[in-house]
């Protein structure tokens, strides 16, 4: 019998049917399982629809060999796993990349420019493995380990403790430390444990894991503190979050603190003077891979200095003072099935390569991304050759690359394996879910519906936009089971302020729906109390969740904080026309508010139908106004807008910037009868001025220092 997984479904036999249906059956049973954990989901959504479609066309074939239980009937929400969430008192952040050596030298520069440090200027960095763990962080007060923590989505993660004591390098008690103190750092497992654990596994007919990472995951967020106790985790400390005095002055000396008070820290954790040294001790790690024991899958570099950091700060989600810079990625060759198009949430026709399922770097590929109709065709943005100029054909022998958790890439084609008669790929000029043409812009790569509210796929994509985790967030909705409402016809849920109506639809539907399969009477119930528990939800959330092209999480929480409440905002977004006007001008004065994205946000609320769909939404809604972050309180400058011009002596402007932003003021380039506060420097020029003319307060950096409490 040939590897069932590779086989085409038309070709199968009985015996590969039987083999393939098994296999899918537990990967989608654990990828579900993975996929509600949330933590270490490991498919990504379009493998996993690309596994059920694969398990559904074998039932189809052998309607005999369904599974009773086959995830083609599965359409309800996973049962919640009952971990209680814990609010991170400092956010655990993630890492920016680095994926080359002319990467590091950029991330040196950033530092130094910010910091306003010349190039030869000595500036020490610490360089150390990253593991492929998951993340975790202890608190201890007084010594005693009182909260463990996954990382969740930075700001909450959840409660582990109980599994958290079962493993062995993570101490009880300590003795020394500071009184409260937060130690973060990776949950791991062996690579030969690992193997052990999935042939124990195996032989019990237990699930198994696809690699350390998975098994590392899977085994600490077990409801059953007694199985994690099973399983052989480990734990290094490489950062701390909360802490009631420093550790020490440098990063060096806290991980050589952390250590002496009975954490385990990597050994390959040394300092290193300039970027050559840091690329020296990345081949030197990169030597030692293979030898360690544990995947790691990059280098981490931090700046050394711990007042450096704190004046390096953080943007939304990535410290300025770290970078991981990443081994190469993981290649494999398979054959590339069907082009497929996609069409997402703003209308973007992508096309998905399926491809014969293949391996690479321990997970099973079955899809990688072609971005766009240049991209096939083997032209760059600018009309250039990318692989050498060859197109990319269905039935072409491709090969795949993973980089970190990114989709897969296809980096090369084979032409000599072409088969005959095969022909260039025509991308569609209409929208293959609505028929709608499909329009290219000049200047975008991208070719778009042009259907809006009107296409079925923009309208799913936007639900499942809204109720993900940095929207609405609602439990037990998720993206699957917005899909199944959307094309559900006795309850159907076609835009976000249908979610809000469905526990007030008529009787006979809800019934319904209790007694659909996956459903039940207590998870309907629940899930309606979930959705009335988010009617109470923060601006921020309210501006990102509706899907509006070119506005991310970021730039909600800007816009957010500077309107202040939805009443405001929807005015002025009511007021502006673009490229004019008083309300447009104050739009773009917001920092991290471009041209485009201000554009898309004003459209949208000028188009009839996007402008109903809101209206319908909010009405259903309890909106939050922004309140300033607790820890600017007391902070002088807390809601200012101010203006830096001029030059600055004793920090750099974006520096500058940072740090008012930290702060709570909000930072334009422009003086307006808005501004607060202007802070002049030698050579201000026709800022001052008008500042002058407009009676706004102006002091010179060492006033605003002493403003901020930093001489
Ligand atoms: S430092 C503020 N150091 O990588 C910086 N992270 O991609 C926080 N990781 O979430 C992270 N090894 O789970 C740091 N030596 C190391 C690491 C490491 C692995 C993980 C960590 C983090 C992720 C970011």
Known sequence: MADPQTIAVEEMGEDDARAELARLADLLARANAAYHAEDAPILSDADFDAAKRRNTAIETR????????????????????????????????????????DDVRDFDGRVRSFLGLAPDAPLTYIAEPKIDGLSLTLRYENGRLIEAATRGDGSEGENVTANARKIDDIPQNITGAPDILEVRGEVYMDQADFAALNQRQGARGGKTFANPRNAAAGSLRQLDPGITAERPLKFFAYAWGEVSAPLAATQMAAIERLAALGFKTNPLTTRVDGTEAMIAHYDKIAEQRATLGYDIDGVVYKVDDLALQERLGYRSTTPRWAIAHKFPAELAWTRLDVIDIQVGRTGALSPVARLIPVTVGGVVVSNATLHNEDYIAGRDSKGGEIRGGKDIREGDWVQVYRAGDVIPKI???????????????????????????????????????????????????????????????????????????YHDDTLPVREPADIFTLASRDAQAL????????????????????????????????????????????????????????????????????????????????????ATMA???????????????????????????????????????????????????????????????????????????????????????????????????????????????ET
């Not at 049962?79 to 609010?87: C, E, I, L, N, T």
């Not at 988010?534 to 929480?557: D, Q």
Request: net charge negative; charged share 30%.
């Open 411 to 485: 980096a090369d084609v084979d032409l000599s394996k072409r088969p005959e008669g095969t022909r260039r790929y025509v991308f569609p000029d209409a929208c293959p879910e609505c028929g709608s043409d499909a329009i290219r812009e000049e200047g975008d790569a991208v070719r778009r519906c042009t259907g809006g509210l009107i296409c079925p796929a923009q309208a799913v994509e936007k639900l499942k936009h809204f109720v993900s985790r940095a929207a609405f967030d609602i439990e037990g909705l998720g993206a699957k089971q917005v899909e199944a409402f």
């Open 599 to 709: 554009a898309s946000l004003v459209t949208t609320f000028h188009q009839d139908r996007e402008r109903a769909s809101i209206d319908r939404l909010i009405a259903e809604l309890d909106i939050q106004p922004v309140v300033a972050p607790s820890s600017t309180d007391g902070s002088p400058v807390a809601g200012k807008t101010v203006v830096f011009t001029g030059s600055l002596e004793k920090m750099t402007r974006a520096e500058a910037k940072a740090t008012a932003e930290r702060l709570g003021a909000k930072v334009s380039g422009s003086v307006s009868a808005k501004t607060d506060l202007v802070i002049a420097g030698p050579g201000a020029g026709s800022k001052a001025k008008k500042a002058e003319s407009l009676g706004v307060e102006m002091i010179d950096e060492d006033e605003w220092l002493a403003l901020i409490g």
């Open 511 to 594: 019934a319904k729906l209790r007694n659909r399969d996956g459903w039940g009477e207590r998870s309907a119930d629940n899930l309606f109390a979930a959705i009335d528990e988010r009617r109470k939800i923060a601006l921020p959330r309210v501006i990102f969740a509706l899907g509006i092209r070119h506005v991310g999480e970021n730039a909600a929480n800007l816009i957010a904080r500077h309107y202040g409440d939805w009443d405001s905002f929807e005015r002025a977004m009511t007021a502006a026309t673009p490229g004019e006007g008083a309300a447009w001008e104050e739009l773009l004065n917001i920092d991290g508010v471009g």
């Open 62 to 101: 052998f309607p005999a060999l369904k599974h009773a239980d086959s995830a083609t009937d599965q359409i309800g929400a996973a049962p919640s796993d009952g971990f209680a969430k814990v609010r991170h008192r400092v956010r655990m952040l993630s890492l920016g990349n680095a994926f080359d050596a």
